[in-house]
């Protein structure tokens, strides 16, 4: 290899054709590119307070609002979004406090008074809330810059950090989607 090919790469952009199609079809392509998309259930027959929780190859796992949780479905307006005062100072420590799946991270009541607890999800440690996060942009880009936290799981294993989890096409297929 000589200097002349390190200072002016060339680059062959038509071997990247059919990916940068891909992105101009569905800006979200990157998503099912890259991430495992895990979805957690509402346990209660008459709710959809689903979430999702995409895991990165780096097993980090981005915690948000699943597509028929209802503060998408229904026209709520969002009052205030409150993060868990202990798991958001625990972040900068070095002792972190380990959450459980059931562990509340924020709750994020409506104008009309509602409540949404949202839950961890995964058996691990908040690393990162997104504090870039605020009514309009959890309503409007939820899949994107709308996540709510960044958890890193206990376990390596993808199958015990998500056991609570089920895959995109069982979540679509329980929810009539």
Request: hydrophobic share 35%.
């Amino acid at each position: 290899m000589n200097s002349e090919s390190l200072i002016s790469p060339k680059y062959d952009l038509s071997l990247y054709k059919k990916i940068s199609e891909k992105y101009e079809k569905n800006s979200l392509a990157y998503l099912e590119q890259y991430y495992t998309k895990n979805f957690l259930i509402d346990s209660s027959e008459n709710t959809t307070e689903d979430f999702y929780i995409y895991q990165a190859p780096n097993k980090l796992c981005v915690i948000g609002l699943a597509p028929t949780h209802p503060l998408l479905l229904q026209s709520q307006k969002v009052k205030s979004i409150k993060f868990d005062e202990k798991v958001s100072q625990s972040i900068s420590k070095k002792r972190q406090i380990p959450l459980s799946a059931k562990s509340e991270i924020c709750v994020i009541t409506t104008e009309e008074g509602k409540n949404y607890s949202i839950k961890a999800g995964v058996v691990g440690w908040v690393i990162d809330f997104n504090i870039k996060l605020d009514v309009d942009m959890l309503q409007k880009k939820p899949f994107t810059d709308g996540y709510i936290a960044i958890i890193k799981p206990k376990q390596d294993d993808p199958r015990k950090a998500l056991n609570l989890c089920i895959n995109e096409g069982k979540y679509k297929e329980i929810r009539n989607l």
